[in-house]
């Protein structure tokens, strides 16, 4: 079920990257389409916490399907 809400979040960091460009070249809006890139990166960074695998190689997403089992 997480790996659905990461793959969502993933998909509307993108929705958001090409919403914050299109609202930029139409209306010239600057401050509202920063602010939806900055929500992009922060959707990314959060995927990335859960993803990426600590120094002992395994990610968070891994621990937590294990302790699921």
Aim: net charge positive; proline share 3%.
């Amino acid at each position: 079920m997480l790996d659905a809400v990461l793959s969502l979040t993933v998909l509307a960091a993108i929705v958001l990257l090409v919403g914050a460009f299109f609202l930029w070249r139409r209306t010239g809006n600057v401050k509202n389409a920063l602010l939806m890139v900055l929500l992009a990166l922060v959707a990314m960074v959060n995927v990335a916490i859960w993803t990426l695998p600590d120094a002992g190689g395994q990610a968070p997403l891994d621990k937590l399907e294990q302790g699921a089992r």
